[in-house]
């Protein structure tokens, strides 16, 4: 009772309180016209994000071509292959072949993926880039295969989605983009394409300028891991590096130089 009795003059108290304060409270009035600003207002100017390495030069929803889509498709969960001796394929935890202590491929290449997706409007599918020299005795048994380009990044193997069988109009593709790039201007070695009409291991003949070397495989031809699919497909290698000025050739050293 007498707890109750103390709550109650408690709160009698504050409610008193609480009335005085109403009573001695004073309100000024602020008064503006509709137009009166206190603090300025800018208006905000929009501005565009920066634009992310892979998508310059984007093709509408196509992701542009980098040195990333070249990795080795190396991978340890394949089962072994028997030949004269069994053969194990890569783990693919490494990277690409090293260019003045940087890894990556030669630029051509991607420059002329790039070019390709520019013209067709169609997504370029890189079946074989680089091949780590693992990969490459697993992929491919084949004699010739054992001084492949791929495996110091002078080499890619490729179809365009949408465009599998219409390959003579990609190789066309390629003629173009050394006809109209300035750096080649008066250059007819890089302009003008030779036949190369010795024996090879594709039906049609191949093409070739100074700095690269094309060939057409059927549907029948180069089928290997990386090319197990049933479209005809083109590869193109390296043959000459316009930058150093020199011969692209396979060596052991520069195919094992790349990071694990």
Not at 77 to 98: A, E, F, I, M, W
Not at 207 to 218: A, P, R, S, V
Request: proline share 4%.
């Amino acid at each position: 009772m007498k707890k109750a009795l103390i709550l109650c003059f408690f709160l009698f108290s504050c409610s008193q309180e609480d009335q005085v304060k109403e009573k001695n409270i004073k309100v000024d009035y602020i008064l503006r016209n509709d137009n009166t600003l206190f603090c300025p207002l800018y208006k905000p100017k929009f501005k565009r994000r920066d634009i992310y390495p892979w998508e310059e030069g984007k093709v509408s929803n196509i992701c542009k071509i980098t040195k990333e889509f070249f990795r080795c498709k190396g991978s340890s969960s394949n089962h072994p292959v028997q030949r004269k001796k069994t053969y194990n394929d890569c783990n693919s935890k490494h990277g690409l072949p090293l260019f003045l202590k940087k890894e990556g491929v030669y630029p051509i290449l991607i420059e002329l993926l790039n070019y390709i997706q520019y013209q067709t409007k169609k997504s370029v599918i890189i079946t074989c880039g680089h091949r780590c020299p693992i990969h490459n005795a697993y992929s491919d048994g084949s004699k010739l295969n054992t001084i492949s380009k791929h495996m110091i990044g002078a080499e890619v193997d490729f179809f365009v989605k949408g465009m599998e069988y219409k390959t003579t109009e990609i190789i066309e593709l390629i003629f173009s983009f050394y006809r109209e790039k300035k750096k080649y201007l008066g250059k007819e070695g890089y302009k003008n394409f030779s036949r190369y009409n010795k024996n090879t291991n594709v039906s049609t003949k191949p093409w070739f300028n100074k700095e690269i070397f094309l060939k057409l495989f059927l549907e029948k031809e180069g089928r290997d891991f990386d090319n197990k699919h049933p479209y005809p497909y083109i590869s193109i290698a390296v043959r000459y590096d316009i930058d150093e000025k020199k011969n692209v050739m396979y060596s052991w050293k520069k195919a094992n130089e790349y990071l694990r």
